[in-house]
């Protein structure tokens, strides 16, 4: 590891970090060579440097953090702190998501790992997961970003949204090469482009659903030969991960072998930044959400323990929300907010453009790029990849 000042010349400073921001930067150290009081350096001096407003960072759950920086650095970075009328740990919380977000991890990094995988999901039909998914991803794609979204569900909402075909029964698809059943058919050649060339050029691509997907569970429980069936889905999927950046998967509402594959797929790989891929759940502000909720944490937590997975819960969206509907979406929402950890990461709001883009078969950045829901995924997608 490279020092940029010898230990005589640094003094031992503690504050404290979010311990997930803290192995995201020791990760991310180590990936470039950098040692990580001297990531922690580069931050803090950046982010004094740098006059401009900072966004707000979850800093709940902080603990304490050490580390050594050079001197008269911490006095410094106190007095610079105390002028933008900013508490400590959240001046560093945001000087390291600075860092981490001007540093990403590059393709090379990433191919031990994969793509980032996010698998968006809630056991409760009807919530929006789907159009969550597809705006997440048109996010990510007009970033320059490769992106892949995955139709896991069987009812093929995305599918047809994004004005494709859904695969039918007897056509080869995901669901069958999971089961062993399809072999010859290669699944890049299941792949679609969604087509808009203006806002997504070609980097925005779906692996449509298959209503013989509806058939998955049953076939999972009892299929032979099927060495770990949490890792069907992976194993499919790993085929095409060299071509993408991101891997989106929108799940079914359902808590049986299909769902535990999805969550398996999205777990922290080994030597992957913790909180980089993981779970995204969609709710509703009202109580019927919160009952769908605790099901789906009980099979996450019943499945990690399980099988010893690091299941990363990467927050909640509060989906159609709606605060004309009084008390119940006000509450609820609050609710949701109260929880603290999974944090929640975007309010979207229940406007006509999603229900239109849905309608005329366009992404909905597309569709109606300067909308308000358009601006809240882009908002949501700032929250997850910075």
């Not at 679609?192 to 997907?213: I, K, N, W």
């Not at 569970?217 to 999927?237: C, F, I, M, N, Q």
């Not at 709606?322 to 999974?342: E, K, M, N, V």
Request: hydrophobic content about 40%; proline content about 6%.
């Amino acid at each position: 590891m490279t020092a940029t000042n010898d230990p005589p010349s640094r003094e031992k400073v503690a504050i404290k970090l979010p311990p997930s921001l803290r192995q995201k930067i020791k990760v991310r150290a180590a990936q470039l060579g950098l040692d990580m009081q001297d990531a922690v350096t580069e931050a803090i001096q950046a982010w004094m440097a740098d006059g401009a407003e900072h966004p707000l960072v979850e800093t709940s759950g902080a603990a304490n953090f050490t580390t050594h920086l050079p001197k008269g650095m911490n006095e410094e970075f106190r007095k610079v702190a105390k002028s933008r009328k900013s508490a400590l740990n959240q001046a560093l919380a945001q000087a390291l998501t600075e860092w981490l977000r001007d540093r990403p991890a590059s393709h090379k990094q990433r191919e031990a790992t994969g793509p980032v995988r996010f698998v968006v999901c809630n056991q409760k039909g009807g919530v929006g997961k789907t159009a969550i998914s597809a705006g997440l991803a048109e996010g990510i794609a007009e970033r320059d970003a490769r992106v892949l979204l995955v139709d896991f569900d069987p009812q093929c909402h995305l599918t047809q949204q994004l004005g494709h075909k859904p695969l039918g029964i007897d056509d080869p698809s995901l669901a069958k090469r999971m089961l062993g059943e399809e072999k010859k058919v290669d699944l890049r050649s299941l792949v679609v482009p969604v087509e808009s060339e203006q806002f997504f050029g070609d980097r925005l691509h779906l692996l449509p659903g298959s209503t013989y997907a509806f058939l998955l569970d049953a076939k999972l429980a009892t299929a032979p030969g099927l060495r770990v069936r949490e890792s069907a889905l992976e194993r499919e999927l790993l085929a095409l991960e060299e071509d993408y950046d991101y891997i989106i998967v929108d799940c079914p509402p359902s808590l049986g072998y299909t769902m535990d594959n999805a969550l398996y797929y999205g777990r922290t790989r080994e030597g992957e930044d913790p909180d980089s891929s993981g779970i995204v759940i969609v709710v509703q502000a009202e109580d019927s959400s919160a009952d769908a909720y605790e099901l789906l944490m009980a099979q996450i937590s019943a499945l990690a323990g399980d099988m010893n997975l690091p299941l990363a819960l990467l927050g909640i969206v509060v989906n159609l929300y709606d605060s004309r509907r009084g008390y119940i979406a006000t509450s609820s929402l609050q609710g949701w907010r109260d929880l603290g950890t999974p944090p929640v990461l975007g309010v979207i709001p229940d406007l006509k453009e999603q229900r239109e883009a849905v309608r005329v078969k366009q992404p909905l950045l597309q569709y109606a790029p300067e909308s308000e829901q358009a601006s809240s995924m882009r908002e949501l997608t700032r929250r997850l990849v910075g």
